[in-house]
């Protein structure tokens, strides 16, 4: 049975939004790379204070003040979002680092390793039991991140530590029910203060002065509040249009971009111990969508059965 008109043309706008979120998302690096004399402090300063600015913004013409507001009277939310706002930062930091450090493979491999990380916290503390498949594509990245132990004698430190600061970031604010905008004004608004003061106090450059930039750089900087809510409306209006295991199937566009883009584009050498522990996790993320795809249509197919 086909899908009417109109569910079709709302699952297509989905699939753009999507494939939008995540093709922002990858050629990122791209972004920051334009800001590579500036420190990753800094930049994650101009990160916070202009995404503070423009997402005040959306939620003022969007109509979401009430909602605000709302979050605003609940002490118990707002102590939530400011540790959820603790680790964002961490993850902000981490990404411009790696991308201006040329650690873009490393990025890519975080991010690869994200959903897995995520299910294997589900389990923990959510108390989400894991299908065989799951559990076997869990397994074979921690087999993939070891062998890069062994070979290299080190951890992918950086992979790991961006993949868990966003895993437990998506873990709490998965228990936060409110408005993805909303929560992520606060989050930012939280770090505002900080940021502030460290770049009216701390930042030393000769680019903390921005009437002493250029116009193009300043430019630049203040495209840091586009550059972070872009993706994030593009992926919200996704949401609402397509299911979670239909989004997840596009999750994967973000961190191959950067793949590409570190390998063909930056030129960062791909050390063989790294590409067999991105061979291991393309095989678990493979097997992982596999069963994520299959349990998607049984679950469909009982719907259909429980309404005819």
């Known amino acids: 049975m086909s899908l009417p008109s109109s569910d079709h043309n709302e699952q297509r706008i989905g699939a753009i939004n999507a494939i939008s979120a995540y093709v922002m998302w990858g050629l990122a690096p791209l972004y920051f790379k334009l800001l590579a004399e500036l420190s990753a402090t800094e930049i994650l300063v101009h990160r916070v204070v ?37 680790f964002l930062a961490m993850n902000w930091f981490l990404f411009i680092w790696a991308v201006n450090n040329d650690h873009i493979l490393d990025a890519s491999l975080g991010y690869f390793i994200n959903p897995l990380f995520s299910v294997a916290l589900g389990m923990i503390f959510l108390a989400e039991r894991l299908r065989h498949w799951q559990k076997f594509a869990v397994l074979l990245a921690v087999v993939g991140v070891v062998i890069q132990v062994v070979i290299l004698g080190s951890l992918p430190v950086v992979s ?24 992520l004004l606060i989050e930012s608004a939280i770090m505002l203060p900080i940021a502030l003061i460290y770049w009216l106090f701390f930042i030393e450059s000769g680019t903390s002065n921005m009437f002493a930039n250029t116009t193009y750089l300043n430019c630049l900087l203040l495209a840091a509040g586009v550059v972070t809510t872009a993706p994030l409306l593009c992926f919200t209006a996704a ?33 063989p111990a790294k590409l067999v522990t991105f061979a291991f996790i393309w095989l678990a993320l493979f097997i992982y969508s596999v069963d994520s795809f299959r349990d998607y249509q049984k679950k469909r197919r009982q719907a259909a059965t429980l309404k005819s």
């Open 160 to 183: 790991l530590a961006l993949a868990g600061t966003f895993g437990i970031y998506g873990l709490l604010r998965k228990k936060l029910h409110i408005d993805s905008f909303v929560g």
């Open 50 to 86: 202009w995404s503070t600015l423009f997402l005040a913004l959306i939620i003022v013409f969007s109509g979401k003040v009430k909602a605000l507001i709302s979050v605003l009277q609940q002490p118990v939310v707002l102590i939530k979002l400011l540790i959820t706002s603790c």
């Open 239 to 271: 949401a609402k249009r397509l299911s979670l295991a239909t989004v997840g199937f596009f999750q994967y566009i973000g961190p191959s971009i950067m793949f590409l883009l570190g390998i063909f584009y930056f030129q960062e050498a791909l050390e």
